[in-house]
């Protein structure tokens, strides 16, 4: 399968514990995104990789998330204290920077969120 | 601010009756527009990208169109396997960075 991949699909967690997810992009895609999406929303811009370097995070990005893509790879976001308001689908998604691929992004599968 | 709003929030269908869900925007400097199906707890799948006004895709039974205002995503003849929520996004502003704004969908479903 050559599309992106998160891990692990689904996360339970209790209020106050650190979580880390990672994400798999589709090969020779530069470009990262995280995204998080509550039910009945559309998706949430978070933050944004050009390769390894983290060029924007959302002001909805707080202390406690953060996200590294060390070696222009993959990526993980790591959400520390987490609260129940965290409880959401985290997707990243992935795209080319050529003019051909014309800037679209491919989503992975989610990884699914849930605070006690 | 940029915005993207898209209605209606819910449409129920039967199969074979034939609508259009929209997708209106405000934003400074339309970089592309792009339709997203999602499936329940599955992430946002491609369907089109549209980058200028009179711009119109066709794939099956799915036809999206721009304006400068607006897109539409007609389906003719839906199915069933059609029903799921279909998300518009936009691309907008100068930069490196081309995340998506996104709309709150519309969930659609088709009955048999």
């Known amino acids: 399968d050559t599309g992106v991949s998160q891990n692990p699909r689904h996360k339970i967690t209790k209020r106050g514990q650190n979580v880390t997810f990672r994400c798999d992009p589709i090969?020779?895609?530069?470009?990262l995104y995280w995204y998080r999406q509550t039910l009945g929303q559309g998706p949430e811009f978070l933050t944004y990789f050009q390769n390894e370097a983290q060029l924007e995070k959302s002001r909805l990005l707080s202390d406690r998330f953060s996200a590294e893509r060390p070696k222009g790879s993959f990526s993980t976001l790591e959400i520390q204290r987490t609260e129940q308001g965290d409880s959401a689908m985290y997707l990243c998604?992935?795209?080319?920077?050529?003019?051909?691929?014309?800037?679209?992004?491919?989503f992975g599968a989610g990884t699914r969120l849930s605070v006690l | 601010e940029d915005q993207v709003t898209q209605s209606p929030e819910a449409l129920r269908l039967q199969e074979g009756e034939s609508s259009s869900l929209n997708c209106s925007y405000t934003v400074s400097g339309l970089r592309g527009l792009f339709w997203y199906r999602q499936d329940p707890g599955k992430g946002p799948e491609f369907l089109f990208t549209l980058y200028s006004a009179g711009e119109e895709k066709e794939k099956e039974r799915l036809k999206a169109t721009l304006t400068k205002k607006e897109s539409f995503l007609h389906i003719t003849a839906p199915k069933p396997e059609d029903s799921a929520t279909y998300l518009c996004a936009v691309q907008a502003g100068a930069g490196n960075n081309r995340k998506l704004i996104w709309g709150l969908g519309t969930s659609l479903a088709v009955n048999p």
């Open positions: 090969s020779e895609h530069n470009r």
């Open positions: 998604a992935s795209s080319a920077d050529r003019v051909l691929a014309k800037n679209i992004q491919y």
